[in-house]
Nanobody, 124 residues
Framework: QVQLVESGGGLVQAGGSLRLSCAAS????????MGWFRQAPGKEREFVAA????????YYADSMKGRCTISRDDAKNTVSLQMNSLEPEDTARYYC?????????????????WGQGTQVTISS
């Protein structure tokens, strides 16, 4: 049974930082591309960042470029998202997702496995 468990969310002031983590089990983690998505109330799920299984590159939504870094540790079956200079507009539930293809995708439909999400709230 595949499980993705996110952690690290919380309430921070604008300009602050958070580091989200996702622990994966039940899958050959190193064979999966990983992504982070977010969804705010009343809005569609949107791409945040992704890293292919090779980890030879990283990809970010335009709104997050320069403010976040995605990384993976295949020895620990984890993927992390370091977010800096957070803004109230970043408030959302953040989800970790796994894609059983080597390359990245910014389309949530191409990710087969999802965690339950972790809430990020940024106060102004």
């Amino acid at each position: 049974q595949v499980q993705l468990v996110e952690s690290g969310g919380g309430l921070v002031q604008a300009g602050g930082s958070l580091r989200l983590s996702c622990a994966a089990s039940g899958l050959a983690f190193s064979s999966f591309a990983m992504g982070w998505f977010r969804q705010a109330p009343g809005k569609e799920r949107e791409f945040v960042a992704a890293i292919p299984r090779s980890a030879d590159n990283t990809y970010y939504a335009d709104s997050m470029k320069g403010r976040c870094t995605i990384s993976r540790d295949d020895a620990k079956n984890t993927v992390s998202l370091q977010m800096n200079s957070l803004e109230p507009e970043d408030t959302a539930r953040y989800y970790c997702a796994a894609r059983s293809r080597p390359g990245y995708s910014d389309a949530w439909q191409w990710y087969a496995y999802w965690g339950q999400g972790t809430q990020v709230t940024i106060s102004s």
